[in-house]
């Protein structure tokens, strides 16, 4: 059975999908993009819109009743290779010691024109 994931501490989402779907002990996440849970992007320093991605992902993680401690695999678009290095030190402070399988992609174009999204797939506490 599968169970839809919403919260207001995340922005909604702005097409037809669910911000996560959990199924069989694993959640999904849907890409998460540098929205606030108001709808605005945010316009700043790639490390800015990462911190506001992790913000998100957290948000949505935890109404799954998971965390980033339980993600097994994340991938994480981008618009600019050139700012890899950035989005990395975000990533490691907010993974820490704890390093899921991962992919990075460069790609031409992200919703609402951000420079990055990251989804998750994460194990569920029981």
Known sequence: MMKYVATDQAPAAIGPYAQAVVVN??????????????????????EEETEQ????????LKEANSSLDQVVKAT???TNMDDFAAINEVYAKHFGN?????????V?????????E????????D
């Open 25 to 46: 002990g694993l959640v999904y996440t849907s890409g998460q993009i540098p929205l606030t849970a108001e709808g605005s992007v945010v316009e700043g320093t790639i």
């Open 53 to 60: 991605v992790f913000s998100n992902l957290k948000a949505v």
């Open 76 to 78: 994480v678009f981008i």
């Open 98 to 106: 704890h390093t899921p399988a991962r992919s990075c992609v460069e």
């Open 108 to 116: 031409a174009k992200l919703p609402k024109d951000v420079r990055v």
């Open 118 to 125: 990251i989804e998750a797939i994460a194990l569920v506490n």
